[in-house]
């Protein structure tokens, strides 16, 4: 039985060690054109010390000097009406590193961290007055808080980076151009597209093309950083999606969209500020009972009786946690004859598939073509032939393989009829240049108002009901 046990805690060390070598096989070409990272060569002593020579000749890449510096979420709350000064969130050793080395890729850096390979310098205090001050260092984990003066320290090796570990995916002239064509508004900022249904906002399994991926490749235009996603759309959910230019303006709008949940949770929802405003249009079946109203009920993850799938659902707890709350205003906009209502949904807070759920468990009026949270609505499901054959759905070549092709209410599977139409937040750019000046006074920003027009099978639908 030991004899097993060693074998196997020698395959388990055997496969960390596999690891380090291709992580050590990474990233050379990445960090050598960042400004931020130098390399040095560091003696430490005891165990890490062991541990460091055993790599490429003790050599580390020394991250620069850790300094604070204002939080850029404090803009967000001085729009929100709170204080711009109070004391924001720490910066932890991830995000310093992601900050020094922003072209490391993000699953690097993690690994990194999980396998315990970043460092950080500390000083030994000698007993004796001849001797300096030694230098150690020590382990850090992902979230642990950085104090001024620390310096980071990441394994040398991870700049033998290749081309081939670094590969871009080719597109199609016609794809590239038609992804463009998405951009409904761009400054110094942000990027806002009009997402398509069927496109995924991140990757995963089996996910071929995906937004942070395509606009990370084709959206940089001539600025150093990619574009980053500050917050996410159902991949059959269509719409506005915004995404930050720099790590500044991400990190406002990070700070945007939470403080829009934190007001709502705090204040009376008619006297709160409204820092952010999303509105939504979806066509759902059957009408509610009140022509307008807020919706008021925590939603959460459960576990199905299969054991593997989850779904979202209301929670029936009398004592919901704070992150189950959700908020949602709802007004009826259409009401047809077939028994179909458009509604205007604005969510107060961001929790995952809110309006989906809402729609179906409060409202009992599911989205057409939500077949997780409306099934039953659409098992008999009889489509409406269009009146004319003008309305009928044109043949289009789209990007990277998505099929717009039908998907209306005269389809015998219509998609998903959930669009962000609206968003009304504040001027970004303007915000960055605020907080980056040496003034701590937030003046009053201009606001943006940005509408995306419907995606062509919710149009269609629209021509269809005659609205």
């Not at 205003?329 to 604005?346: D, N």
């Amino acid at each position: 039985m030991a004899a097993e046990l060693f074998r196997l805690g020698r395959r388990s060390l055997s496969a960390q060690r596999a690891f380090l070598v291709h992580a050590h096989q990474i990233s050379r070409t990445i960090l050598q054109s960042s400004p931020f990272c130098s390399v040095a060569s560091s003696s430490p002593s005891g165990e890490d010390g062991e541990e460091v020579r055993r790599m490429e000749g003790s050599k580390w890449l020394t991250l620069p000097v850790f300094a604070p510096r204002k939080d850029a979420s404090s803009v967000a709350k001085g729009l929100a009406g709170g204080n711009p000064l109070a004391k924001g969130e720490p910066t932890t050793a991830l995000k310093w590193v992601r900050r020094c080395c922003p072209h490391l890729p993000i699953s690097l850096v993690q690994k990194l961290f999980r396998l315990r390979q970043v460092r950080k310098a500390v000083s030994i205090t000698t007993t004796s007055e001849e001797q300096p001050e030694q230098q150690q260092l020590k382990r850090v984990s992902a979230k642990e808080a950085m104090s001024s003066g620390e310096v980071i320290l990441l394994p040398n090796t991870v700049q033998n980076f290749t081309t081939e570990n670094n590969y871009i995916p080719k597109h199609h002239h016609y794809d590239i151009k038609l992804f463009l064509s998405l951009i409904l508004y761009k400054d110094s900022a942000i990027i806002v597209i009009n997402k398509p249904y069927g496109l995924p906002v991140q990757g995963g399994v089996g996910v071929k093309h995906c937004v942070d991926v395509l606009a990370a490749t084709l959206m940089k235009f001539d600025f150093p950083e990619a574009p980053r996603l500050v917050h996410r759309l159902d991949r059959d959910s269509s719409g506005l999606l915004i995404l930050g230019r720099t790590q500044v303006s991400s990190s406002i709008l990070h700070s945007v969209f939470r403080e829009k949940t934190c007001g709502a949770l705090k204040m009376c929802v008619k006297n709160a500020p409204r820092i952010l405003q999303r509105k939504y249009w979806a066509l759902v079946i059957g009408s509610p009972k009140q022509s307008s109203g807020l919706i008021s009920a925590p939603v959460g993850k459960v576990i199905l009786e299969d054991g593997r799938s989850e779904r979202i659902t209301v929670i029936k707890d009398e004592k919901p946690t704070s992150s189950q709350h959700s908020l949602t205003e709802f007004k009826v906009m259409k009401i047809s004859e077939h028994g179909y209502t458009w509604l205007e949904l604005c969510p107060l807070t961001g929790r995952k598939h809110q309006l989906r759920v809402h729609c179906a468990e409060v409202l009992r009026t599911p989205i057409v073509g939500d077949y997780k949270y409306g099934y039953n609505a659409h098992r008999k499901w009889k489509p409406i032939v269009a009146e004319n054959e003008a309305s009928k759905l044109p043949k289009q070549k789209l990007p990277f393989g998505l099929d717009f092709e039908g998907g209306s209410i005269s389809d015998e599977q219509p998609r998903l009829h959930l669009h962000c139409r609206q968003m009304i937040l504040p001027d970004i750019a303007a915000a960055v240049n605020q907080f980056e000046s040496s003034s701590h006074e937030l003046e009053e920003l201009d606001m943006l108002d940005l509408v995306a027009p419907l995606p062509s099978h919710m149009q269609l639908s629209w021509d269809t009901l005659s609205f």
